[in-house]
């Protein structure tokens, strides 16, 4: 059997005396696009950030392709790429300075990082404003920075927050035509979301995180198909993503939510 | 050590110099980067020449006590640099461009590397060109009156500087640290707040005791001097003005005692730099969202409840009030100078003015209104300009609750 892409067991983060991720328990198949769910607050961040190496767990144990961070956390940096939850983009550079400088820090030689650097920007469609600062460009022109940043040095493992907020549909389609061909490649991807139709499409397991426990974990199929005997349904009757989540997280059951019945 | 020198870690600086150029360039590119850069020059400059003119001064300093052989006064010259080099941040912290280096953790830097460039961005702070400046001023001063002394004196400056930076350094990861969090930035805030206040209080408190000076004999001023040198020579300025002074004597053993003294005192600012750093580069999180999430659920009393514009503006306030340490302060502190210089019922100067300074000194804080009343509230502006009132309603109450709170 393959060594997990990711696995954590027993992972858990307080801070003070709040919670935000509780025995989190899973494992990530090398190769796997993993879709990582929860209403806000759930935890979802907090547990991105300690996979990556920016967040020290309470306790628990995670590794990544094999290894702990720790003594490998050099080695293991290089192989995961990261488009964190304020995208920490360098305001003041152009996109093309802030991938090569993104690319220098991972290591990559001059030419490797103009080479990929040139590529992204095309791919992105943001070669045509070389001038332009960072701090200009539209939140949707960011996330494709930061995204493009994530990638240059080729990770073997990409964890991605929220990649799609913000993004108009042209370019979620660049993303996910990108995304997709990382997956063909070998690669695996971790990704947050709450556009759950994109994590249907794309993603083939599905873990969902409330209130920092985690609360499912399966292939899509596999949650679907809990879904429908709980609520006593034929298995044939195909459930959508929302339909799966709104469920695990008890939000579909009981009493609809109370309009407001003095919005016009 | 090897991997703060490795070919991977000497290109991630060559990328880090890189880019703060490029963000230099591209900053001059507007006209707000110019001012700012102009603004920057001429603050470097400022403070240059004022190291400049110290470290003249404290040269000459340096020569005379050389030249007429009384080098125990050493530490007389050493103390100002030590006060100098921790200080300046603080004044110099409104202008001084912060650098955030925690957006290096994701990629792959060594924590030598981390903690590396963490110090030499501390070089370029003013505080340490200003410190560097007096100590070469200091150098200078001792080498030209006894050139045999270069390699003590060289020794001991050198240490002494990097106790000041390694210090520093500390000092400002720490107060990082716990600037972080609400809570201790209100604690912290308070404890400076009182320190500032306290301070004020000094001078009428010095002038009320004044008479009571005048009958310290003699032979006590001696002793409570002789006492304070004996402290201060087991502490940095001490130990580095010491160790010129016992080398000067022939003394190298007791030289070399207080050299090593001052290296365990940088090794000390050092370690607790390093605990710090250490913790930052293995993801410790100071972030408070999560705590806030968990107390959001927490519903509290209504102790303001106003109806109407008026009185969602008056109550904005109180609430902006009652959760400002600074707010409190400056509401507090008039009332305490006012009773305290008010008190003086003499003739003395003291007494006469203390009252009228007292309460002028109370209508300081309604300066500010006379600017911009609304400049604290960021981009919550747009409320009220969103608002469906006019702005006379919003202003009103902005201006009468900080009036009130004066």
């Known amino acids: 059997m393959d060594t997990p892409a990711i696995s954590t067991r027993g992972l858990t983060r307080r801070f003070s005396d709040f919670t935000a991720v509780d025995d989190v328990t899973f494992g990530v198949a090398p190769g796997q696009f993993f879709g990582f769910l929860g209403p806000n607050g759930a935890g979802k961040s907090t547990t991105i950030k300690m996979l990556t190496g920016l967040l020290e767990p309470t306790s628990g144990q995670m590794e990544i392709l094999g290894e702990k961070f720790g003594s490998s956390a050099l080695e293991l940096k290089r192989q995961i790429g990261v488009v964190p939850e304020g995208m920490a983009l360098l305001g003041r550079l152009t996109a093309s300075e802030y991938l090569r400088f993104v690319g220098r820090m991972y290591g990559l030689d001059r030419a490797t990082t103009n080479r990929r650097t040139e590529e992204l920007l095309d791919f992105m469609q943001l070669a045509n404003e070389p001038k332009k600062l960072v701090t200009d460009f539209s939140h949707g022109m960011q996330k494709k920075l930061a995204l493009a940043a994530a990638v240059i040095h080729g990770p073997k493992v990409l964890f991605l927050d929220e990649p799609s907020e913000g993004v108009d549909a042209i370019a979620a389609g660049t993303l996910t035509t990108m995304l997709q061909g990382m997956i063909h490649r070998g690669a695996t991807i971790f990704l947050t979301s709450h556009v759950l139709e994109i994590v249907e499409r794309l993603c083939s397991h599905v873990a969902i995180i409330h209130k920092g426990r985690l609360v499912a974990n399966g292939s899509l199929e596999e949650l679907r198909a809990g879904v429908a005997i709980s609520l006593g349904e034929s298995s044939n009757q195909k459930l959508t993503l929302e339909e799966i989540f709104l469920n695990v997280i008890g939000a579909g059951a009981g009493e609809p939510a109370q309009e407001l019945s003095w919005l016009s | ?406």
């Not at chain 2, 603080?90 to 590396?116: I, N, T």
């Not at chain 2, 912290?188 to 209080?201: D, E, P, R, Y």
């Not at chain 2, 940088?266 to 999180?285: I, K, M, T």
Request: net charge positive; proline share 4%; aromatic share 12%.
């Open chain 2, 1 to 406: 050590m090897a991997v703060m020198i490795s070919v991977a870690a000497r290109g991630q600086y060559a990328a880090l110099a890189e880019m703060r150029w490029r963000m230099l360039l591209n900053s001059l590119r507007t006209r707000r980067g110019n001012f700012e850069l102009a603004a920057r020059i001429l603050g470097i400059g400022f403070f240059s020449l004022l190291g400049l003119a110290m470290g003249i001064g404290l040269g000459f300093g340096a020569f005379e006590f050389a030249s007429d052989g009384k080098l125990q006064f050493l530490p007389f010259l050493i103390w100002p640099v030590l006060f100098l080099w921790q200080l300046t941040p603080v004044m110099v912290a409104s202008f001084q461009e912060h650098v955030d280096l925690s957006v290096l953790l994701r990629f792959p830097v060594s924590f030598g590397s981390y903690l590396l460039q963490y110090l030499v961005y501390g070089l370029f702070d003013i505080s340490s060109i200003l410190g560097g400046i007096c100590l070469a001023g200091i150098w200078t001063g001792l080498v030209c009156a006894q050139p045999h002394l270069v390699a003590w004196v060289t020794l001991a400056l050198v240490a002494f500087a990097a106790f000041n930076l390694l210090l520093t350094r500390m000092i400002f990861a720490w107060l990082d640290r716990w600037l972080a969090q609400r809570r201790t930035r209100e604690i912290l805030g308070m404890v400076f707040l009182f320190l500032i206040l306290g301070a004020q209080l000094l001078n009428p408190v010095y002038y009320q005791h004044s008479g009571h000076r005048s009958r310290m004999t003699r032979s006590a001023t001696v002793h409570a001097l002789h006492t304070a040198d004996r402290v201060q020579s087991v502490l940095p300025p001490g130990l580095a003005g010491g160790a010129i002074h016992e080398a000067a004597g022939g003394y190298e053993i007791k030289a070399l005692a207080s050299l090593g003294g001052l290296a365990l005192y940088a090794l000390a600012a050092g370690a607790l730099l390093g605990l710090r750093l250490r913790a930052e580069y293995r993801g410790e999180s100071l972030g408070e969202a999560p705590q806030r999430v968990a107390k959001a659920e927490v519903t509290r009393g209504k102790a303001f409840d106003f109806a109407g514009p008026i009185g969602a503006v008056v109550e904005k306030e109180l609430r902006y009030l009652a959760r400002s340490g600074v707010l409190l302060y400056s509401l507090v502190a008039p009332l305490i100078m006012l009773f305290v210089l008010g008190r003086g019922g003499g003739a003395s100067f003291a007494a006469r003015y203390g009252l009228p300074v007292g309460v002028a000194y109370g209508f300081l804080g309604l300066t500010r209104l006379v600017y911009n009343s609304l400049g604290g509230e960021g981009p919550g502006i747009q409320l009220y300009f969103l608002s469906p009132i006019r702005f006379r309603t919003i202003l009103l109450p902005t201006m009468t609750g900080k009036v009130v709170a004066r």
